[in-house]
T-cell receptor, first 111, second 112 residues
Framework: TQLLEQSPQFLSIQEGENLTVYCNSS?????LQWYRQEPGEGPVLLVT?????EVKKLKRLTFQFGDARKDSSLHITAAQPGDTGLYLC???????????FGDGTTLTVKP | DVKVTQSSRYLVKRTGEKVFLECVQD?????MFWYRQDPGLGLRLIYF???????EKGDIPEGYSVSREKKERFSLILESASTNQTSMYLC???????????FGSGTRLTVV
């Protein structure tokens, strides 16, 4: 059983559309990170959220941490082809010492 | 700009060879990690290290070993490469765990 479930697994949309991807768990996390990975490259950290209910914005990307610190969402407004990539969430459980990764959402934004 | 550098982007090795994957970080991070990434299987942790000369097994350590003689360098060793070790290998480092990881660009290893 995957500790962090990401949905959807694949998403293909047109440029200009909005989208939301989800990261869910039954476990509580002390923090949660979102990464974007382009083909042939390593993941790049986008954001870290640490407080239940926290919302962070990065240009057209909005990240939310659930009140109970068990889930998170990533919302992209007016998606662009440059947003194409694999989006990974990762959580750190208290005293775990390492992150647990979800399997990712592969996003394709068509011009 | 902070950096994690992996020594090779692409490697092709023969079955049975001993393979060394090198990773260097310039951020004075205590924690370093080795993952492999395969389609449909996500990121799987092989080994990690919290300090020099210290190592911990991850989820899939079989067939691998690691070395951390200096704080900035974390090496992954495939003792006798096999075709099922063909994969994308990613090195990462971090300071405080809740701040997230900095990843290298990855090494695409093919074992023939």
């Amino acid at each position: 059983t995957q500790l962090l479930e990401q949905s959807p697994q694949f998403l293909s949309i047109q440029e200009g559309e909005n989208l939301t991807v989800y990261c869910n768990s039954s476990s509580v996390f002390s923090s949660l990170q979102w990464y974007r990975q382009e083909p042939g490259e390593g993941p790049v950290l986008l954001v870290t959220v640490v407080t239940g209910g926290e919302v962070k914005k990065l240009k057209r990307l909005t990240f939310q941490f659930g009140d109970a610190r068990k889930d998170s969402s990533l919302h992209i407004t007016a998606a662009q082809p440059g947003d194409t990539g694999l989006y990974l969430c990762a959580g750190v459980r208290t005293n775990a010492g390492k992150s647990t990764f979800g399997d990712g959402t592969t996003l394709t934004v068509k011009p | 700009d902070v950096k994690v550098t992996q020594s090779s982007r692409y490697l092709v090795k023969r079955t049975g060879e001993k393979v060394f994957l090198e990773c260097v970080q310039d951020m004075d991070h205590e924690n370093m990690f080795w993952y492999r990434q395969d389609p449909g299987l996500g990121l799987r942790l092989i080994y990690f290290s919290y300090d020099v000369k210290m190592k911990e097994k991850g989820d899939i350590p079989e067939g691998y070993s690691v070395s951390r003689e200096k704080k900035e360098r974390f090496s992954l060793i495939l003792e006798s490469a096999s075709t099922n070790q063909t994969s994308m290998y990613l090195c990462a480092s971090s300071t405080e765990m809740n701040y997230g990881y900095t990843f290298g660009s990855g090494t695409r290893l093919t074992v023939v």
